[in-house]
């Protein structure tokens, strides 16, 4: 598991859930980690976001699988924090090779009775925090010469559309464009982009009361006997949600050379929901 060795990555939302089990999945595979989350809450969120604390146990559990990792708050919608980010990144490792938008967040409301506010901090993150992650990033990658590799996590809800979550349905679409743009742009400097679309995967983001009640409405403290069976459903393989480390899987796949000829694609690792509905 050194396929990455001497390779540096940056990871957005890297607090915990899907960013924390990137960070760590890198390491082992020898990168060092430049880790950066927001570590605060937002209004339209119904959930809590990373903290600082859950930050720093991303970086103390790099460091047991023997990575190197910087971390830094920062926030997606704010370019010039995640340049300092990675500024300081670069500084202390010597280069770039590797990007992954992870960060998220997600909250829903019918079409009619989404607020501005939600809207707007939902495409801020969503759409607008990938393409100003590349913006901070890329010169880097490029100044090193060596070719590199963008991983953006969007979603199956990049690839269909889901009721009452129209903003997040948006800023998942967004980002497909987003990296076929970049697939071609920055293919001469041998930069691969790619997307990857996962269904439900166990961290915060659908492990709280807000998501429980979407999926189980009308019952009172919901629990997953009342909507597990419902998330299961939706999937092909008979699993209600996946692991984050399964989604790292890929992750680490496409920052390898074993996918040095993949750029410009949306790769579902989606316990096979995409099959069963297209």
């Keep these: 598991m050194n396929g990455l060795q ?9 607090g915990r859930g899907q960013g924390r089990a990137h960070a760590v999945r890198l ?5 060092s980690i430049i880790a950066v989350d927001i570590c605060a809450n937002m209004a339209s969120v119904p959930y809590d976001l990373a903290t600082e604390d859950d930050l720093a146990e991303t970086a103390r559990l790099v460091e047991k699988a023997g990575g190197r990792i910087v971390t830094r708050t920062a926030d997606v919608r704010d370019v010039d924090s ?8 670069v500084a202390e490792f010597g280069r770039l090779d590797i990007v992954v938008a992870n960060a998220g967040i997600w909250s829903n409301a019918p079409f009619l009775d989404m607020s501005e506010q939600m809207y707007h901090e939902m495409i801020d993150v969503q ?6 992650t590349c913006r901070a990033a890329l010169p880097h990658i490029v100044d090193g010469g060596r070719g590199g590799s963008v991983i953006i996590i969007s979603s199956t809800a990049g690839m269909r559309g889901f009721p009452n979550q129209v903003h997040y349905n948006m800023g998942k679409h ?4 987003l990296m076929r743009t ?3 742009e920055f293919a001469p400097q041998f930069i691969r982009v790619n997307t990857i679309h996962p269904s439900s995967v166990d961290t915060k983001m659908i492990q709280n009361d807000a998501i429980w009640s979407a999926f189980a409405p009308g019952v009172e403290n919901p629990t997953f006997d009342d909507f597990g069976d419902t998330f299961t459903a939706m999937n092909l393989l008979p699993v209600p949600w996946m692991e ?3 989604i790292s899987g890929a992750v680490a796949w496409l920052a390898s050379d ?17 099959g069963k509905y297209n």
């Design 127 to 132: 759409m607008h925090g990938p393409y100003n």
């Design 258 to 274: 074993d996918a040095k000829y993949v750029t410009g694609a949306t790769i579902p690792v989606d316990a096979g929901y995409l």
């Design 174 to 177: 967004a980002v497909v464009g």
């Design 82 to 89: 995640l340049r300092t980010a990675v500024d300081a990144g």
């Design 182 to 184: 970049l697939a071609n």
């Design 6 to 14: 001497g390779k540096v990555a940056f990871i957005t939302g890297a």
């Design 244 to 246: 984050p480390e399964a």
């Design 27 to 31: 390491a082992e595979e020898g990168a």
